[in-house]
């Protein structure tokens, strides 16, 4: 067998893909006219699988500073930190989310992918306990796997599974860490995050937790699921990305423990890889300070995550356990999964496909994410549309 070999198997899945209509990896937006507005393989399109929770990317703040940062300080800072240096509006972001989180430490990455590695492969080592939430992120199991340490996973959402978990490793829960996320990104549901920290507290554990989908989303500041059950300065490790409510692109860590301030000489998705672009950098920074300043973007994202999760419960589909921006419809199977998207895509609404092996249980999803921009005609568009199926 060659090292190519394998890919017959890879093209035989693309193929299977192209075969029901468009392949979604390969679907192109022609253009994009607003947060929620596009046009999708040349038709005018509701975007409704964007990540894009606040609605910021064409806020007119947000583009002007980026554009006055590439105009003021280039197009990119064309290396790391460590070997090229700090631009001053790095620093000055770290600042902004570490008062925002309410801690004195935090660190910036170029992507939320790398942050988890870099503060996975940072904290733990060989001789490590990590415990994973079975439906954590890839970033995180891939940032757990580099780690060299032991890995065991327990149940979703689980708390008698993680506790079980504490249990059997007696003497080592004082280098182990809990994985888990704020809210899913598949299914849209919450972690019990109050009843976790009193586990790593009762185990002398430590916690870290991925609020990638749910900054901006939960809490009354919008830090987040560890803010809304009151445990925020409980948490570890915060780690999150600027791709999704602050509409850019990097990743974050926020702490109370001041090693963090160590990660940046050991960390190497830190180090070895170009920092973030005086624009990224600056539209991220306006954003943050749209999130902490427009509470009426967390409002109108609920009351249209609101309408599209009763419009879809009301016409039968089996969602997730509770309300949120992110809404997963599972459908019976693979086939009817990607039957659905193409007939959404061809009716102008675009969602994302989901496919085994990235979701829970193995199931195939159409996960639609809601944003503050989205109109309520929008919304019951989307609903028209999922009736039609
Ligand atoms: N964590 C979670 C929970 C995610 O869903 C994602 C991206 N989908 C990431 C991390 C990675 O973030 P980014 O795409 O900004 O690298």
Redesign the pocket.
């Known amino acids: 067998m060659s090292l190519l070999d394998k890919f017959t198997a890879v093209q035989q899945l693309k193929s299977g893909l192209a075969d029901t209509g468009k392949d979604p990896t390969t679907v192109v937006f022609d253009n994009i006219h607003t947060a929620t507005r596009g046009v999708v393989e040349g038709r005018e399109t509701i975007l409704a699988g964007t990540?894009n929770y606040l609605g910021l990317t064409f806020d007119p703040d947000c583009v002007a500073a980026g554009v006055e940062a590439m105009q003021t300080h280039g197009t990119g800072t064309t290396g790391s930190r460590m070997a090229n240096g700090s631009y001053s509006t790095h620093g000055k972001l770290e600042a902004e989310l570490a008062d925002f989180y309410h801690c004195e430490n935090a660190m910036v990455f170029s992507?939320?992918?790398?942050a988890?590695l870099g503060v996975l492969t940072a904290l733990l080592g060989k001789g490590d306990v990590v415990l994973l939430d079975a439906d954590a992120?890839a970033?995180?199991y891939d940032g757990c796997r580099m780690s060299g340490a032991d890995i065991f996973r327990f149940k979703h959402n689980d708390v008698h599974s993680l506790e079980r978990r504490l249990e059997r490793l007696e003497g080592r829960t004082g280098s182990c860490l809990i994985v888990v996320?704020g809210v899913y990104?598949v299914l849209g549901d919450r972690a019990p995050l109050a009843q976790i920290v009193r586990l790593k507290e009762k185990f002398n554990a430590s916690l870290l937790v991925?609020e990638?989908?749910s900054l901006g989303v939960y809490g009354a500041s919008g830090c987040g699921v560890a803010e809304e059950q009151g445990v925020l300065n409980k948490v570890d490790f915060i780690v999150g990305?600027?791709?999704?409510s602050l509409g850019a692109?990097?990743?974050f860590c926020a702490s109370h423990h001041d090693v963090l301030g160590l990660f940046r000489y050991v960390s190497r998705p830190f180090m070895f890889t170009a920092s973030p672009s005086p624009a990224v950098v600056a539209t991220t920074r306006e954003a943050l300070h749209q999130l902490r300043t427009r509470p009426g973007l967390k409002d109108k994202l609920w009351s249209n995550a609101n309408q599209l999760y009763g419009g879809l419960r009301e016409l039968g589909f089996e969602l997730g356990p509770e309300a949120s921006p992110v809404i997963a419809v599972r459908c019976r199977n693979r086939e009817t999964a990607l039957a659905d998207w193409n007939k959404l895509l061809e009716a102008g609404v675009y969602v994302n496909m989901m496919l085994p092996p990235a979701t829970p249980g193995g199931a195939s999803f159409l996960r639609c994410s809601v944003s503050a921009a989205h109109t309520p005609e929008q919304i019951s568009k989307i609903i028209e549309e999922f009736a039609r199926l």
């Open positions: 990540n992507t939320g992918y790398a988890n992120h970033s995180l996320e990104s991925d990638a989908h990305t600027f791709s999704k692109m990097g990743g």
